[in-house]
């Protein structure tokens, strides 16, 4: 977000900031425009240039070190009038900006898939078949988190079921009211070795739910 009592015609990022330790995803869908704020009895004209979403992949102390930025600003004397309004170069630097990443709680639970909010449904496109016939388990993960930390289910081996690897079906994101919101589907096929009633040990999906505080 840049601050500024003047216009600002254009600006360009000469040096990104360094995100160790953070995954980051850029929003596209944001609200640009140029909004008057006033600061201490100034009013200065307040615009966003990047909106980032920050997914931290470690604990501890982050550190992200200033971007510098080149901007488009009106030239004092323009010969040419402010209609057709001349631009000269300014170079500034954003600050810098420490985070705290709280460690999750220990020792998280086996196949621990991530943080977030998410909803888990699984699903199976036949309750009956036959032994030369296979079927569909559906596995859809929704919700608001970091998606590509989540893994294919993992099936536990039985001795009258065949599973084939899971495949994915569905793999997207959109943005949402500022925010990313994904869904993933993968599906793994079945096929039965003998008749009989026989019951699927679906596998746990495991996170840890940000809001409940909670895995």
Do not use: W
């Not at 953070?22 to 004209?45: E, L, S």
């Not at 970091?146 to 039985?158: N, S, V, Y």
């Not at 589907?185 to 409940?212: E, I």
């Amino acid at each position: 977000v840049i601050y500024s009592r003047i216009s600002v015609n254009s600006f360009n990022f000469n040096s990104e900031s360094k995100y160790i330790g953070i995954y980051v995803k850029p929003f596209k869908n944001y609200d640009a425009g140029v909004r008057t704020r006033t600061i201490n009895g100034h009013q200065y004209r307040r615009q966003i240039m990047r909106r980032l979403a920050l997914f931290p992949q470690q604990s501890g102390n982050i550190l992200i070190e200033p971007a510098v930025i080149t901007l488009g600003v009106p030239m004092d004397d323009d010969p040419f009038g402010t209609f057709f309004q001349s631009s000269r170069p300014k170079q500034v630097r954003t600050n810098s900006i420490e985070l705290h990443v709280k460690a999750l709680p220990q020792p998280a639970p086996a196949d621990f898939a991530g943080a977030g909010e998410f909803l888990y449904d699984v699903t199976c496109d036949k309750n009956e078949l036959s032994t030369d016939d296979a079927a569909m388990l559906s596995f859809k993960i929704s919700g608001n988190g970091d998606m590509k930390a989540i893994q294919p289910p993992k099936m536990q081996l039985e001795d009258n079921i065949d599973f084939y690897p899971p495949e994915v079906l569905e793999d997207n994101e959109e943005e949402r009211s500022g925010e990313f919101f994904g869904n993933k589907t993968y599906v793994v096929d079945l096929t039965p070795k003998k008749a009989g009633n026989l019951q699927v040990k679906v596998p746990y999906f495991v996170y840890f739910d940000s809001k409940q505080n909670s895995y």
